[in-house]
């Protein structure tokens, strides 16, 4: 009995998230509050999701005891991530373009979930708890950044939940129906979110081409026209009687 | 209906599927964007809906499960890391030529390897491997700065390339015992005539 219960937890977990998530998203768009969009159209990205799902199946790989720091670790980096939110955006600032994608938050949780996946299990328990920290603060850096409330802790508390959420099905579902190729099929995957991470993050710091500009002739440019004539007359002096002196 | 009578609709279908198959267009679809690449859905479409690019992702699961052993998984785990320095070259803008002779001439190479049932020690294996990853990602990098969202274009394309990845392993896999692998070797000589195809201007 116990053990049927650990092996279905991860799934029945997975399926009532999802279920709440589908009851969400099918409340009318004028009657969902400004958290309700925010998971449904901010937190519910493949972005975000990626190097949770990622972070979930690495700790599947190692021993119980070290998921359970992997996922203080998180905890732990998602609090660092909103402590120190200002001094990540000073710092991150200087990269181009950094601004227009999330400084970078998306690629730097997809390589250090990546890393996590491609080495050698042997390797994964000790990675997994940094890593975990950095996906842990970027995710907090993200939510901080996406969050449409403006200093509202609510938002903050269900990111992180829905992204602990995340985090602990995919480790509970991979522990429980474990395969022995699982670890060779998680390290192609991590290949794939280094290749997406670096692609992004690459394509991020160059700058877009911008479109060239129609030749002059070809535009038609309204003849310039004051539309508040009385502002570049000069002042009239008032009188002490109240009549205008012209200048 | 007699056997002749269906022996002359099977012609007739095959004939039917040949012409439909001339029919298709002899451009390198896998890097031609039209009108800007947008989000995930344009970039997970992206190679699957370009012939030569799924050609050589499907040949290159379908040669990591023919030779066997670790190179089932560290043929697809190099492909899309070292995709990634050509993805970075194409991104900056870096000059390299005969991308699209590379790409060609990538299917026939891995298709003829496929054919002959080459089983080069595994560091060549990668090194050709990564030549060829490195044309495949100059193509796609070249066009990730003009993507609307370069983040889902650049997770949709990368899955992609794995399920086709996967796919090949699959599909290697099982016709590896059949006929002593010969369907697959049989594969392999279709993938190089198809990349002949794309030599063709």
């Known amino acids: ?247 | 209906m007699t056997s002749d009578q269906t022996r002359n609709r099977r012609t007739t279908i095959l004939l039917i599927s040949l012409f439909g198959l001339l029919a298709a267009p002899g451009v390198a679809n896998a890097h031609v964007i039209q009108a800007g690449a947008s989000g995930f859905q344009s970039g997970f479409v992206h190679p699957l809906t370009g012939p030569d690019h799924f050609l050589a992702m499907f040949a290159v699961g379908l040669w990591g499960a023919q030779m066997g052993g670790r190179s089932i998984w560290t043929l697809p785990v190099t492909f899309p890391l070292i995709m990634v320095i050509g993805g970075i070259m194409g991104i900056l803008g870096i000059p390299l030529v005969g991308i699209e002779l590379g790409i060609a001439l990538s299917i026939i190479a891995l298709g003829l390897a496929i054919a002959f049932a080459w089983k080069p020690p595994e560091w060549v294996a990668l090194l050709l491997i990564s030549v060829f990853a490195i044309c495949h990602g100059y193509a796609h990098g070249s066009e990730l700065p003009r993507a609307a969202d370069p983040a889902d274009f650049a997770i949709g394309f990368v899955i992609a390339t794995g399920f086709i990845h996967l796919f090949g392993i699959g599909v290697g896999l099982a016709l590896h015992k059949p006929y002593q692998g010969r369907i697959a070797r049989i594969l392999g000589g279709l993938i190089a005539l198809g990349g002949c195809y794309f030599l063709v201007p």
């Open chain 1, 1 to 247: 009995m116990n053990s049927s219960a650990t092996c279905w937890a991860g799934p029945i977990l997975g399926l009532a998230g999802a279920v709440a998530i589908v009851l969400a998203a099918l409340e009318p768009l004028g009657n969902q509050d400004l958290v309700t969009w925010w998971v449904l159209h901010r937190a519910m990205t493949a972005g975000n999701a990626l190097p949770l799902i990622g972070l979930g199946a690495a700790m599947a790989f190692v021993r119980w005891w070290q998921a359970g720091f992997g996922i203080a670790a998180f905890a732990a980096g998602a609090a660092f991530g909103f402590r120190t939110h200002s001094s990540f955006i000073a710092f991150m600032a200087f990269a181009p373009n950094a601004a227009d994608h999330l400084f970078l938050t998306e690629p730097i949780s997809l390589l250090a979930a990546g890393l996590l996946l491609i080495v050698p299990v042997s390797l994964t328990r000790w990675l997994v708890t940094p890593s975990a920290f950095v996906i842990g603060a970027m995710l907090a850096n993200k939510i901080a950044l996406t969050d449409p409330t403006l200093d509202g802790w609510r938002v903050s508390f269900i990111g992180v939940g829905l992204g602990l959420w995340a985090v602990v099905t995919t480790f509970l579902s991979i522990r429980a129906f474990y395969k022995a190729w699982l670890p060779i099929g998680f390290r192609i995957v991590g290949s794939w979110f280094i290749a997406i991470g670096l692609l992004y993050g690459g394509s991020s710091l160059v700058a877009r081409p911008t479109l060239p500009s129609l030749p002059d002739d070809n535009l038609a440019v309204p003849a310039q026209r004051n539309e508040f004539p009385q502002i570049d007359e000069p002042r009239r002096r008032l009188r002490p009687d109240g009549f205008s002196v012209e200048p």
